[in-house]
């Protein structure tokens, strides 16, 4: 190796020595709280924690232990896993300084999208935020209704409908490349008023696939899984360089894997800035759009201060990441809510009465809002079934973090708080806070629409008192403070458009418990380890009383 080389690598080197002791000291400060053995010195329990079969290793982590938890890291590293809603409270809201998003998924969302909503913290993070939030108030939400019936529409009788074709109306029809085609669709038409799918039988999923930049979408996450052994040197290296320099660095690195990442990203980049050049350009000839990117473009022209503007780059950048983020979220909740209603016959029964009660054409936003079951039922689904069922953040502060009850710690002595770090890593489970049964009562893993009292509270009289930081229906499905889902409230919206329209024609039934749910950023249906949602779909005209 020659000393130049080796004179440039030494920063990254010590760098890197310097994160390995300085985890080593976090790890012996939470060297008291409980938790599982490491399964390897290399990687800890991250492999039982993240893998896509984990799902049995968080019940236990949900279930034997008492909302805080010791789970080991990289090399020895611990971190803390917290479904604990008081400790999460002040993790997100209470004490929300002394906490930040993880230094891996600031560095990650900057290298892919650019500067934006994911990337940044502080100040800058709360000025996008403000730029972003008008685009889904209630009142544009309204005029996206239309958009998301027109896409269930075409859902249901160009997608759906061509499946069917014994006589009897009924056949098992693997919804999961129908529904994730819609969702995109949605997130496409409501997102940036840009259509990526006519939704016809007659445009196969392969042909879709051969577009660059659908495929991009769907390469997306399996790419990320691929390099997660990297992603902690990441933060490491963007302290060395700027993430844009990393960015084009890596394109010199001989990797197949990192190659087709660095394709993907160009891919989504390229188009994203060709989409939001075509809004500007519409925007400029008094375009009536009502989708988000519109509201995006039209607050440029506006008589604002100029840091409450977004750049082109700052567009292009967030017309990216809410494709990619809005789009795989979207398909999970949309398997999962045809799953449950196929495998809760009565629940989908009292749900069709209550929509057949209304008027057959779209309803409005308000009238969707006001179906008690409807709203239940899809508060339920997604309070159970999170499709990202957890989250991480940083500790930028020595913190004291407070406990709903204490905890035993390992030299069995009560603990009520614990002394956290600076550094200090914290993985907060989702879907643990979700199923706590001090939350939602003794029934918390059951789904249970019935729960819902119609006011988005639910009827369990300890929810009344115990709190999460949850933005949603005290639930932490779309995460809670300052970096919670700015589309909390699109979400049910969508779900809610299409349900109404596929309950009216469609029963959905399972034959039998093929179908898998695989944990990951989000949770997938599998059979026999594909993706794949069989369902049994019958038109009602068919049905049996």
């Not at 269930?152 to 529904?179: C, F, M, N, S």
């Not at 604002?304 to 780059?313: A, I, P, R, S």
Request: charged share 20%; hydrophobic share 40%.
């Amino acid at each position: 190796m020659s000393p130049p080389l080796i004179f440039a690598l030494c920063p990254l080197l010590l760098c890197i020595v310097w994160h390995v002791f300085r985890r080593l000291y976090l790890s012996f400060a939470l060297h008291n709280v409980p938790g599982p053995p490491s399964d390897s010195f290399t990687a800890g329990n991250l492999a039982r924690l993240h893998g896509p079969d984990s799902a049995s290793f968080h019940e236990h982590l949900e279930k034997d232990f008492n909302g805080v938890v010791r789970i080991h890291a990289l090399l020895s590293n611990s971190q803390l896993y917290i479904s604990d809603p008081v400790a999460l409270h002040s993790v997100l809201i209470k004490d929300r300084e002394c906490y930040e998003a993880s230094s891996i998924f600031l560095s990650l969302s900057e290298l892919l999208f650019g500067k934006g909503l994911l990337s940044t913290t502080g100040h800058e993070h709360r000025r996008y935020r403000k730029i972003m939030m008008p685009a889904f108030s209630a009142s544009n939400l309204r005029e996206m209704v239309p958009i998301l019936y027109e896409v269930a529409y075409r859902l249901r009788d160009g997608l759906i409908q061509p499946q069917l074709k014994h006589r009897t109306g009924k056949q098992e029809v693997d919804l999961y490349p129908i529904l994730s085609r819609a969702s995109l669709e949605s997130i496409g038409r409501a997102a940036l008023g840009h259509s990526f799918d006519s939704l016809s039988s007659t445009e196969s999923t392969t042909q879709l696939q051969i577009d660059p930049y659908v495929q991009a979408l769907k390469s997306f996450t399996p790419i990320i899984h691929k390099l997660a052994a990297f992603l902690p040197l990441l933060p490491i290296a963007c302290k060395v360089v700027s993430p844009a320099f990393c960015r084009r660095a890596l394109r010199f690195l001989p990797s197949s894997t990192i190659a087709v990442f660095c394709d993907i990203v160009d891919v989504m980049e390229s188009k994203s800035r060709t989409l939001v050049r075509d809004k500007m350009q519409k925007v400029r000839s008094d375009d009536d759009s009502h989708d988000v990117m519109s509201s995006w473009v039209k607050n440029m022209n506006l008589k604002v201060e100029e840091n409450m503007k977004f750049t082109e780059d700052e567009l292009v950048a967030h017309a990216s990441m809410i494709i990619h983020a809005g789009t795989d979220t979207t398909s999970s909740a949309l398997n999962r809510i045809i799953h449950v209603l196929a495998l809760n016959p009565e629940v989908q029964i009292k749900l069709r009465t209550e929509i057949m009660q209304t008027k057959e054409e779209l309803m409005s936003y308000d009238e969707l809002v006001g179906l008690p079951y409807l709203d239940a039922v899809i508060r339920e689904m997604l309070r159970l079934y999170p499709p990202v069922t957890g989250m991480t953040r940083t500790s930028t502060h020595p913190h004291i973090l407070p406990l709903s009850q204490p905890i035993i710690g390992v030299d069995s002595r009560p603990m009520d708080a614990i002394l956290i770090s600076r550094g200090t890593e914290i993985y907060i489970s989702i879907a643990g806070v979700n199923r706590n049964e001090a939350v939602w009562g003794p029934d918390a893993r059951e789904f249970r629409p019935e729960r819902w009292r119609g006011n988005g509270q639910a009827d369990w009289e300890g929810a009344n008192n115990v709190r999460t930081a949850g933005v949603y229906g005290n639930m932490m499905t779309f995460a809670g403070g300052g970096r919670s889902c700015i589309g909390f409230k699109f979400v049910p919206l969508q779900l809610k458009v299409v349900i109404s329209v596929l309950l009216r024609r469609y029963k959905f039934s399972v034959v039998d418990d093929r179908i898998e749910w695989k944990m990951g950023s989000p949770a997938e249906p599998k059979v026999d380890g594909c993706s794949a949602l069989p369902i049994i779909v019958e038109t009602l005209e068919h049905c049996s009383p």
